[in-house]
């Protein structure tokens, strides 16, 4: 069984020195985007989070989620499994790993972070954190079937609930006796939701329980928070969420950041627009022209983020519908970044 710290990391690059991950993000972590920060330095990339039940309800895998195949220009990616039911995740891990499409993934990553009622109130997600012996069934469940194909399986959790539980260090401890192959803390209890700061204390906590590859995350967005991290524990890898929303480029100017000191410039508007072109690009070919416009509203609010003038771009972007207005409105803002 992979239960060996060195084999899970040596899946990844010996020549990647700084292993920095796209967090899982429902509705961004599309293909075309996870393909387009992967070709931008992302060390791996996570699916968004699907429902094990809706894939054993599925097992043919129409309606399960149209974001689960990996693009090709993806490194290492991982497919991320939401559920409260150890025999769900047993089957559907079995149904995705036979899958021809979607059994290409590297890893199956379950999610025991996930904070709205619709996912805890199941008893999934950030819930699993209030249930550790079910979360560590579940664990044992996934690891079991993962195995029978050779993948790994991870988990992402809170810190712990809320304040006056931070249990993650002592279920990261269980988990690693279920044969889990690394763990991700987003160091916010489900209290927080996505707000306040992430208490990177608890990552130093996690490490002293459990000795697998630990990953963290929570407001993670420059090479300064890595260095600042980087004093307080020995982290295996990073995820950035929030800061690489339209910005692709994070992770190349996180790189760029660890080596020289200072401000890192921002994407020139030629390679802006190619990026933002790409994507959506990428995502007309997977939804068609007017599906994949109306999806890419809200990533494009992210990509305007800081512009002169974002406010009113925002607007107009929020109403494209066809390739045409949505280029014309990109071409005028790279043109405006100058
Ligand atoms: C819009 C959005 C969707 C998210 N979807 C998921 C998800 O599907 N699975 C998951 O594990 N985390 C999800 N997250 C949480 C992020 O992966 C990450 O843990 C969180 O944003 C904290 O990292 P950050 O401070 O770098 O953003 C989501 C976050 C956001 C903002």
Redesign the pocket.
């Known amino acids: 069984m992979h239960t060996d710290r060195g084999d899970f990391l040596s899946m990844f690059s010996s020549k990647d020195n700084l292993i920095l991950g796209l967090?899982?993000?429902?509705?961004?972590?599309t293909p075309p985007y996870r393909g387009l920060v992967s070709d931008l330095s992302a060390s791996f990339t996570i699916s968004?989070?699907v429902s094990a039940r809706g894939i054993v309800y599925n097992p043919h895998m129409e309606k399960v989620s149209r974001y689960l195949q990996r693009d090709p220009r993806e490194r290492l990616y991982a497919i991320?499994l939401f559920g409260h039911d150890p025999a769900d995740f047993a089957a559907a891990i079995k149904i995705v790993l036979q899958h021809p499409v979607y059994g290409q993934a590297d890893w199956i990553d379950i999610?025991m972070?996930?904070p709205v009622k619709k996912v805890c109130g199941t008893g999934a997600g950030a819930a699993l954190m209030l249930k550790p012996d079910l979360a560590c069934a579940i664990a044992a469940a996934a690891v079991e079937a993962a195995a029978q194909f050779n993948k790994y399986v991870t988990v992402?959790m809170r810190s712990g609930w809320d304040e006056e539980d931070i249990n993650a260090p002592a279920l990261a401890r269980r988990l690693e006796n279920e044969g889990v192959a690394g763990i991700t803390v987003?160091a916010?209890s489900r209290e927080q939701f996505?707000g306040g700061k992430?208490r990177w204390e608890v990552f130093a906590a996690v490490r002293e329980q459990c000795s697998l590859p630990l990953c963290g995350?929570?407001?993670?967005?420059t090479a300064e928070d890595i260095r600042r991290l980087q004093e307080m524990v020995k982290l295996d890898a990073y995820?950035?969420?929030?800061?690489a929303?339209g910005n692709p480029f994070v992770f190349e100017q996180i790189r760029e950041g660890m080596k020289v000191e200072g401000v890192v410039p921002e994407a020139s508007s030629e390679r802006w627009l190619a990026a933002a072109l790409n994507h959506l690009d990428g995502m007309i070919a997977l939804l068609g022209e007017a599906p994949a416009c109306r999806e890419m509203r809200a990533q494009f609010a992210h990509y305007v983020k800081g512009v002169r003038n974002a406010a009113k771009y925002r607007d107009r972007l929020m109403q494209v519908e066809d390739r045409r207005s949505a280029v014309d409105i990109l071409f005028e803002i790279a043109e405006s970044r100058g």
């Open positions: 967090a899982p993000m429902a509705g961004c972590s968004e989070l991320q999610n972070g996930c992402k987003h916010r996505y992430a995350n929570g407001d993670i967005k995820q950035i969420g929030r800061a929303m």
